[in-house]
């Protein structure tokens, strides 16, 4: 009998840890701006996780990351929902006022669900280190110089990959809109 841990011996339990350790912290940022508290950005996260381990094909998925972020941004939505419910009973009677809500409309939804879809296939688009300039930057929220240190490359360098990837970005989405 082996005495190695489960992670090492299934490939599929090996990637997703990998997935985690790589998202946990820009994950962490996303869920913290969104509710001003760690610890429910904490809650987030491991509810995030919980919901991915039930996805059997999440490593099939062409762009785990963009599913990843699209369901963290649900989570968002539901947490919203779920705190309005839940302080209903603490607030005096407000008939007749009018509540603005953050909360997008089905049609904002599905134009951002459909521009998420426009943007992962214009970075499929790009070239592998342009691709990673791109996430490093906007998912990881990097420095050009962080960038340039993990990738061995100069920030002259990541500052004209950004340009050019952003330019073909913006040249993509304004074709189909």
Do not use: W
Not at 87 to 108: I, K
Not at 155 to 164: F, I, L, N, T, W
């Amino acid at each position: 009998m082996s005495n190695s841990c489960p992670a090492t011996t299934n490939p599929t339990v090996a990637h997703f840890d990998t997935l985690v350790r790589r998202l946990r912290n820009p994950l962490m940022r996303f869920f913290t701006r969104r509710t001003g508290s760690s610890a429910d950005a904490e809650e987030l996260v491991q509810e995030l996780f919980v919901r991915l381990l039930r996805r059997q094909d999440l490593l099939a998925l062409e762009n785990v990351d963009g599913y990843v972020f699209e369901t963290a941004a649900n989570l968002i939505r539901d947490k919203a929902r779920r705190d309005i419910v839940r302080a209903s009973d603490r607030h005096d009677d407000v008939t007749g006022l009018s509540l603005a809500t953050d909360a997008p409309s089905a049609e904002d939804s599905l134009v951002s669900r459909q521009r998420l879809a426009r943007l992962i296939k214009a970075l499929d688009t790009l070239p592998p280190r342009a691709q990673a300039i791109v996430m490093l930057r906007r998912f990881e929220e990097m420095s050009y110089a962080e960038i340039g240190k993990k990738l061995g490359i100069s920030v002259s360098a990541v500052e004209k990959h950004m340009v050019r990837a952003m330019d073909a970005l913006k040249l993509i989405d304004s074709l189909v809109d």
